[in-house]
């Protein structure tokens, strides 16, 4: 018996429930047309929304950034690790959010893991939503903190945790703003008042939101207008912004307090200067550019109602993020699979992060398909959907 035939009796298995899936290797940058094995295929899965990824303006900050700092930031960010650019970056997020300051970690999944296991302890109570993602879940298994999970946005279920939780010290209601498998919205209003009715604190994360929503793709508190009554926002900087990272934007108290004590932020090396420095730019290119933002939706009710006039079923989707419902994990990938000898690339979800019976690729549109991309991909959709028997 070897040492490790217990993972390869595990992979075996995701392979005869088709969910074993090797890396795809692109041979270009993330862009609409993307270079796979020789064949140009028409990205539909990528977090790039509004086209950041390679936008001139983030690409000359980068490489002006490195000719400055050099490519390392050479430490964790509480030793040598915080350079100017990182203040700046800071400095304009917290503007951009319209909160008193913001913190930048390494990611959007690193963000979610330092806040949680740093603000809540064992006197405290978190309460959840079903369906969010996964970096949420992992913050919230490092607290001793008692945890609660309400059904995906029922609000009823969310009023009995905070009935249940006055005993509490602190109560954190944490939830994604739009989700990220169905790409629908948060009720964030109602779970605001709720939160204000028991003396709660509201997290939003809005990973899939900034850059989406609200004026100039600032989020969904602004979406909302509920400037004020959130409390911690997080986001990240590796979807729409383009780049990688993650940042909480908030009070000044809160962030002293993380410098202090989320060990993600102390413990692992802060981002490099050229990424810092492209952020930066990006948030610049948000506010300059918002026919940016109007060219994602307006892309997105034009594909929806057309996948939803061939009879496709989208799920619950109010954003750019469209899912297509598929069924089994093996239909859903060969799906996925049939599409790309297409020439359209959207990515399978299959249990266990979605429902068994639920699985489906997810569509994100973005700000640079074109109209000529858009009729593409549904010709394709149309052709392959018939064979499979989904329209
Ligand atoms: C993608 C995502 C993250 C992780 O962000 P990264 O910057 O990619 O680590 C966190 N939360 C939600 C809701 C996400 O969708």
Redesign the pocket.
């Known amino acids: 018996m070897g040492k490790f035939d217990h993972l390869s009796t595990e992979l075996e298995q995701l392979c005869n429930e088709g969910r074993y899936r090797p890396l795809k290797i692109w041979d270009s940058g993330s862009d609409t047309w993307m270079e796979l094995s020789g064949n140009k295929i028409l990205q539909m899965s990528s977090n790039n929304y509004l086209g950041m990824t390679n936008h001139p303006d983030l690409q000359k900050a980068a490489i002006e950034a490195i000719e400055q700092y050099g490519v390392g930031s050479g430490s964790v960010r509480s030793i040598t690790g915080t350079l100017r650019i990182h203040d700046e970056l800071e400095n304009e997020l917290a503007k951009f959010k319209g909160t008193e300051a913001a913190l930048v970690f390494q ?3 690193t963000t ?1 893991q330092g806040i949680l296991s740093s603000i809540l302890g064992p006197d405290d109570v978190v309460i959840s939503d079903e369906l969010n ?1 996964a ?1 949420i879940i992992d913050g919230i298994r490092l607290t001793k903190a008692h945890r609660k999970i309400y059904g995906h946005k029922n609000l009823e279920q969310l009023e009995d945790c905070l009935k249940a939780s006055a005993s509490f010290r602190s109560r954190v209601v944490v939830t ?1 703003g739009v989700f ?1 498998m169905d790409g629908d919205i948060a009720p964030l209003p109602e779970i605001v008042q709720l939160a204000e009715k028991y003396d709660a604190i509201v997290y939003v ?1 809005d ?2 939101a900034s850059g989406v929503l609200g004026r100039n793709g600032k989020g969904s508190t602004d979406h909302f207008n509920l400037h004020g009554r959130v409390h911690i926002q997080v986001g ?1 900087l ?2 729409a912004i383009g780049a ?1 990272g ?1 940042y909480m934007a908030g009070s000044q108290l809160l962030k002293d307090y993380l410098i202090h004590k989320a060990r993600s932020f102390l413990f692992s090396t802060s981002l490099p200067p050229s990424v810092a420095a492209a952020c930066l730019a990006s948030v610049r290119v948000l506010k300059n550019e918002p026919e940016r933002s109007e060219r994602l939706w307006s892309n997105t009710l034009y594909f929806r109602d057309k996948l939803q006039k061939l009879g496709f079923d989208t799920g619950e989707s109010e954003t750019p993020i469209i899912p297509i419902i598929v069924g089994t994990p093996e239909k859903t990938n060969k799906f996925s699979d049939r599409l790309l000898e297409e020439g359209v690339f959207a990515q399978g979800i299959v249990f266990p992060t979605v429902a068994m019976d639920k699985g489906r690729v997810r569509l994100i549109i973005t700000a640079n398909h074109t109209m000529d991309d858009l009729n593409f991909a549904l010709d394709r959709l149309q052709h392959v959907g018939k064979q499979f028997g989904l329209i």
Request: hydrophobic share 20%; aromatic share 6%; proline share 0%.
């Open positions: 990611s959007g999944f979610n993602h970096s994604d990220s994360d990973a899939h990240t590796s979807k990688v993650g």
